[in-house]
């Protein structure tokens, strides 16, 4: 695969993620207008549900994925840390991830695979493409 062939792919794969913060951005502001449609929100519960088996790891990578192409910003204009992705994950699936710094060690450390979940999405998005290429 070329260079330019893994930049449009990554560059997709940025604008899917921008995509999911949009729609994040607006499903908090639709619960501060709106908020008796998120009763099990306004109970503590999660406002999604990550169903994976190594979901912490691949939880971890997508953050760290987000930190490193420094597209968060909070709403007063400050770009958000590492350990504030973190958070706001934790806050939206309702975990706690407190090993979320030996997990971003143990991702650097990989030796075969550095970036297995977010591989695993780019394979998922071009089929996806190629699926709709061929109707």
Do not use: H
């Amino acid at each position: 695969m070329t260079g330019w062939k893994k930049k449009k792919i990554v560059g997709r794969c940025a604008v899917a993620v921008l995509e999911l913060v949009e729609r994040e951005i607006q499903l908090v502001r639709e619960g501060l207008e709106y908020p008796e449609w998120f009763g099990a929100r306004l109970k503590g519960g999660p406002l999604a549900v990550w169903r994976s088996g190594l979901f912490k790891m691949e939880i971890v990578e997508l953050a760290l994925g987000l930190f490193l192409a420094k597209v968060l910003w909070t709403p007063g204009g400050k770009l958000m840390e590492y350990d504030e992705i973190i958070k706001l994950m934790e806050s939206i699936l309702g975990i706690e991830l407190p090993n979320y710094r030996e997990l971003k060690r143990d991702i650097f450390n990989r030796k075969k695979e550095l970036t297995v979940f977010l591989k695993r999405l780019i394979v998922l998005i071009e089929r996806e493409r190629d699926e709709k290429d061929g109707l």
